[in-house]
């Protein structure tokens, strides 16, 4: 069954700090991960997929089909790096399978 | 930059009461999307919707739902009798090619009493 994990739901970190949210999944295909990013009353918004292997303000993560994770990294967070990450898989029928979404709250 | 956007903002309900959700998807985009968050929890997927029929829909998306896309420019979800479990933020999405990125709209909180 496909599922993804996101075991932190509150992360805390200081501004200068380095990041990892983890995210992890569960899939019988070839997956296609995404980051999700919500900021403060605004919409969902993609912030990368594996695919492109982008790097956006600043963040990258790599598709690790060994561990079946794809972490969200990114070295020196930013006090506007503050926001709810959610981890997605596109399944079937380009339906999104939502992690629960980890809270990053960058400390000054 | 174009952008999916959802009427109401908000809207509270009597239980039992029938709701429409409005979404007006970015105008070019031919595959339409529900999903819904309850408070706390995550994002799950509803509908999805192209060439005017449902694509596929979750175990959620049960008889008392229903989407139109009434007019070529807004992608409608009824919601036929609520219940209080229906309480969520209804958020819609949008793509051009299935393939691509689903944009998302700024969401629906919908209250039922």
């Known amino acids: 069954a496909q599922r993804v994990t996101q075991p932190e739901k509150l992360l805390s970190v200081f501004k200068g700090a380095p990041v990892e949210l983890k995210c992890n999944y569960s899939y019988s295909g070839s997956p296609e991960l995404f980051w999700y990013v919500q900021y403060s009353r605004q919409r969902l918004q993609l912030l990368l997929r594996?695919?492109s292997r982008e790097s956006i303000k600043g963040f990258t993560a790599d598709l690790n089909k060994g561990e079946t994770s794809f972490h969200l990294k990114k070295p020196f967070a930013q006090e506007e790096d503050s926001a709810m990450y959610y981890c997605a898989l596109k399944g079937n029928f380009n339906k999104f399978y939502f992690g629960s979404g980890t809270k990053l709250n960058v400390k000054p | 930059e174009p952008e999916v956007t959802q009427t109401p903002s908000h809207q509270v309900t009597q239980m039992g009461q029938e709701v429409i959700l409005r979404c007006v998807p970015i105008s070019n985009h031919l595959y339409f999307y529900w999903y819904r968050q309850i408070l706390g929890q995550k994002v799950e997927f509803l509908v999805s919707f192209y060439n005017n029929e449902i694509s596929e829909k979750s175990e959620i998306f049960d008889d008392q739902f229903s989407v139109e896309r009434p007019d070529g420019s807004n992608f409608t979800l009824k919601i036929r009798s609520t219940k209080l479990e229906d309480s969520a933020m209804y958020f819609c999405?949008?793509?051009?090619?299935?393939?691509?990125?689903?944009?998302f709209g700024p969401g629906t909180r919908l209250l039922v009493l």
């Open positions: 594996h695919i």
């Open positions: 999405a949008s793509n051009l090619d299935s393939q691509e990125t689903q944009y």
